[in-house]
């Protein structure tokens, strides 16, 4: 599969983005059965309760180069949290969690299962988070 057909799982919320889950009382992603794409009415209307992407979870084409996080040849948010994670790593489950993205998941083809284990810890917006 080539960069342009991988899926970012941390996107921006914007018209045409996918919402992939929204943050439980837990902290963690909690992933929707049917993914839902989302249009730019729901994008402002998330907006009022201040960035979407500190309760919520969406995905779009991966840009690459064209992202902050790209490290050149991956991107770094999964390396950095797995790393974060090798001193106290996430329980594994019997089977990985669902997901809609996985095929074209950027994060697990670059590091294949154990960032379907981490996924849900990741929130992209934690501008509200340091504001508790």
Known sequence: MSDA??????????AGATLLGVKGADGR????????????????????????????RFASPCQTSGCAQWTGSRCGIIDEVLQHLAADPAPQRATLPACAIRSTCRWHGQSGDSACYACDLVVTDQSLIAAE
């Open 5 to 14: 057909d991988k899926t970012c799982p941390s996107a921006r919320a914007a």
């Open 29 to 56: 992603i909690k992933h929707m059965r049917t993914p839902m794409v989302v249009d730019a009415g729901f994008v402002a209307a998330a907006s009022t309760q201040g960035p979407p992407e500190a309760r919520m």
